[in-house]
Every structure is written in C-alpha cells, then in structure tokens.
C-alpha cells in the first residue's frame, strides 16, 4: 500500500540540473500496478473485478477477467513475481470451463480481454502454455462466429463452451442460444459495428502463430461482408460514417442506427483496419477503408465521448507506421500527424480541464462520472512515442497524479471510478474494471519509459492494449514450453465422464441381474 507513495515522492523529486526523473515516474506507475493487482487477489480472487470500496469481486464475464487482463502487464513493467502467481492460477484446469457454459457472455469482451490477453502474455513472454491458452480461448469463440453477418448482430452474448474438450455441453449451449434467439418477446437489439467487426488482430496473429488458418478466416468471413456493406454505401466517396451498420438497420440500445463512428460501438473496428496491416494483412479492401477513416478525422470533430479520444493516437499510428499500407488516397504523414497533434492538444486536453484533472465519460450534465478509462493517455503515448515531444510525458503525469489523489484506496492500493469529476472532493463509484490494470496503467508505465522499450517499429497494441509482435514471436526470440498442446486437452471430457457413467450403469444392473439369479 506504500508503493506508491513512496515512489510518488521519489519521482516528484527533481535533480539538480532541472530534468524530470522519468524513471521514477515510471517506477510510481509499477508501483501502482502491483497495490492495485494485489488488492485484487486479495479481495477478489475468481471473480472478473474488484469493488474496491466495498471490497468485495464483482462478476459479469464470468472468466476472471483482470486476472488475465493484466497478465502482459506485469510482465512488461517487471513484477514478475505477480506475473508467475497470476499465471500459475490462469493455467490451473477447471471442471466446466471459464465462463461456465449455461452462462451467456458478451462474446466480444470475451475475446478481447481473455483471448488478447492470454495472446499477448504469450508475445511478451514466449511462453508457449500461454499460446495454447489462448488457442482453446479463441476456439470457444469460433464455435459461436456466425457465418452471415446478420446473425452476428442479433447474437450479442452466448454461451461459450469448449467445442472439443466439451462437446456436450457445447451442443446443449447452442441449443439454448439458437432457442432463445428465435423465442418470440426476446430482445432483438442488434450488436455494435466493433461487437461484430473487431475479432481479426487477435485471430490474424493466432493464426500467424498456430499455423492454424482457421483463426484469421473466420474474422475475413466477417470482414469481407462489411466491405461489401460500406462499399455498396458508397465506398470511400461516402459523406457520413455509414448507413445502419453498412446496410443493415439496426437497433443498438434502443438508438436507431447509432453508434457507428469513432466513439462507442465503432472505435476498434475502424482501430483495427490500420493494425492488422502492421501485423502482416495485404488487404486492398482494409487498406481503403482505412484510408476513408483517415479522411474523415482530418474534417471532423471527434464525438463528445471519452472512448474517441483514443482517435488521434490511431491516426498518429498511421501516419508513421512503415508497415502500413499507402495508396494515392492516403493523407501525407505530414498533415496526418498535425491533426492528430490538434485533436489531442485542443479536444483532449479541454476534456481533462476539471476540477478533478481527469475526463468524463461524456458530455452533459448525466455523463460526469470517471472510470478510470485509457483512451486520453493512450493518445498521449501514441504522440509522444511518434514526435519525441515531452509535452505529453508531462501531460500523462498530471492524469497520473490525478489517479493517485482522487482515485486510489488507501486502504488497498486499488483504485476506483468516480462519480463526478468536477467536483473537487468526488465521491469514487466502486469500480476498477480489468482494463485499468491491462490500458491505462500500461499506457502511462510505457509513456514514461524510454522510447526504444516496445518501440511502435515492433510491436502493435490491441484494443485491450495487448502487446503484439509484428513477426513471429519465436523467430523473434526464443520460446519456451512444449510446441504442442497436451493431447488431453482436446480429450473430450464430458463424453470420457458419459461414457464411464454409463458403463457403471451397465455393471451395476448386471450384478444386481447375477445376484437375483443366485
């Protein structure tokens, strides 16, 4: 719990010849992350986060989300300590599955923490147990990808189960959800264009680093409709983001064909279009959208929400990326670069100007509240890691500050959301989702480290901020743990368990035949 005091005070110490001691501030950041991973074991251990207030775990993806959320984290800030425990407890095999199957999850929050995570803890780490976790992951995932994108926006959440280790009972968890799904009076709101549209960086490395094919096909599958959608709206001479979710009229939270552009509902899809070039894609077809997107940001404001703040990071990444892929119809590095440099030192730094120094979610009077989201800082990374400009190290550092005076428990170290950021004394909502440890923590640990640790050239972030190596991680440096997974993995389990169950039945009922007969 002292971590972070201790080390606060030490960066706030500057030397005598006037420069910042970034390395403290650095360490203040590692020292944040293991008060706040540690509370988390400590009060919320099997659950997906801490209530950090009430001190108690709190579950909704029912996958012990911050556990491997936060995996790639500890490892690059360097507790590794906490990175073996919280593997060692990952790895550990469990009798249904995570989430259990009769629990239906949002499948898109299921792949991006838990099968990014677990990936990107493979990347960093080279420990291969943790591709093969992330592979079994990623299966669970498969098994429920629709085929037509019209069924993917009406299948929000399913119930995810093992479709090889757990044949069974993945048959009787599509049963419910293909029962549900067509049961009149159910809910028929449609999936967000990123709900549908942001699984390829995950599945296209996977692929990459399985050999398995599968993976990047079924998010193509996916993506090829949504090309067909955008360009028959009108491709890239499109005046407006899209048409009802690239053709399809859709009701998303009860907001008719909203929530399609670069804030809530669309973010990573568009995020991604640029990253999985960076990763190996050749696509023609996600190299022009990308393009379009580019083009709108440069005539458009960014909309009144703190997850498009993530926007000018994306568009500061493109414009340097080498990896990306360049047309006629691609925005000059130059100017592509200088509005980005606008958009977060105007837009993002009026968001911040509270009383508090931390962004709401949104605007108005009913979006004051803060949840300790990473998409403002994340920017701040992005700018400073393209232009070397130590204006944004000492901008993440205010929002650093800010955390630690209005966010964080004493008590714990854990940190939480708050109700109200223009209030100068706000009262904290109870809440530090898995993503405060996997983003905004590692965003601000990496914004204050030195450029060339996990430079851009290398690697790519997910949306969830996993790390990803542009080339193959074991041709990169080396690997360790077996090549293959254990072949009891893929033993159907709860077959084995049927089959025993009813070979005791049979022995049973023949002795008891035997013993009348006597």
Excluded at 68 to 82: P, W
Excluded at 179 to 207: D, I, T, Y
Excluded at 276 to 298: I, K, T
Excluded at 385 to 401: C, H, I, K, N, S
Aim: hydrophobic share 40%; proline share 4%; aromatic share 10%.
């Amino acid at each position: 719990m002292k971590t972070v005091l201790a080390t606060l005070t030490l960066a706030l110490a500057t030397p005598a010849h006037g420069a910042k001691d970034w390395p403290s501030r650095a360490k203040a950041v590692k020292g944040a992350l293991k008060d706040a991973f540690r509370a988390y074991e400590k009060d919320a251990s099997g659950f997906d986060d801490l209530a950090p207030v009430s001190r108690r775990g709190v579950n909704w993806l029912y996958a012990r989300a911050t556990l491997v959320d936060a995996l790639d984290s500890l490892y690059v800030v360097g507790l590794r300590e906490d990175y073996e425990r919280a593997v060692n407890e990952v790895l550990r095999p469990t009798l249904v599955g995570e989430p259990p199957f009769w629990q239906s999850v949002s499948v898109f929050e299921y792949h991006i923490r838990v099968v990014g995570g677990l990936l990107g803890a493979f990347e960093v780490s080279g420990d291969r147990r943790l591709l093969h976790a992330a592979s079994r992951a990623a299966d669970r995932v498969l098994s429920v990808l629709p085929r037509r994108l019209g069924d993917a926006y009406t299948r929000t959440r399913q119930r995810l189960a093992d479709p090889y280790g757990r044949p069974i009972l993945w048959l009787v968890a599509r049963i419910i959800d293909e029962v549900q799904a067509r049961w009149p009076g159910q809910n028929k709101n449609c999936a967000s264009l990123a709900g549908v549209g942001s699984f390829g960086l995950e599945l296209r490395v996977l692929s990459r680093e399985t050999g398995d094919r599968a993976y990047a096909a079924a998010a193509d599958r996916i993506f090829d409709q949504l090309h067909e959608g955008w360009r028959a709206d009108g491709g890239g001479d499109m005046k407006r983001w899209t048409r009802g979710f690239y053709g399809k009229d859709c009701n998303f939270n009860n907001r008719l064909q909203a929530r399609r552009g670069l804030g809530s509902g669309g973010d990573s899809f568009h995020e991604y279009l640029l990253k999985e070039q960076l990763v190996g894609d050749a696509s023609e077809d996600r190299a022009a959208m990308y393009d379009w997107v580019e083009g709108r940001m440069m005539r458009e404001a960014l909309p009144n929400e703190h997850l498009a703040l993530f926007a000018p990071g994306m568009l500061a990444l493109g414009a340097t990326a080498p990896k990306r892929r360049r047309s006629a119809s691609s925005t000059s590095r130059q100017r592509a670069l200088a509005r980005a440099r606008e958009l977060v030192d105007g837009h993002g730094r009026d968001w911040y100007r509270t009383a508090t120094g931390l962004g709401a979610d949104g605007k108005g009077e009913e979006n004051r509240w803060y949840a300790l989201r990473p998409e403002y800082v994340e920017s701040l990374f992005y700018l400073y890691r393209t232009t070397g400009d130590e204006v944004y190290r000492d901008r993440g550092w205010a929002v650093f500050e800010a955390l630690v005076t209005h966010c964080r428990v004493k008590a714990t170290g854990a940190f939480s959301g708050l109700k109200d950021v223009r209030s100068p004394n706000p009262e904290r909502d109870d809440a530090m989702p898995s993503f405060f440890l996997a983003e905004t923590l590692k965003y601000l640990y990496l914004l204050f480290s030195e450029r060339d640790v996990y430079p851009l050239d290398d690697w790519v972030f997910t949306t969830e901020a996993h790390l990803l190596s542009v080339e193959p991680r074991c041709d990169r440096a080396a690997c360790v743990g077996p090549e293959r997974p254990p072949r009891w993995r893929r033993l159907p389990l709860d077959v084995v368990v049927l089959l025993g169950a009813v070979l005791l039945c049979i022995r049973v009922r023949r002795r008891r035949r035997k013993e009348r007969t006597v």
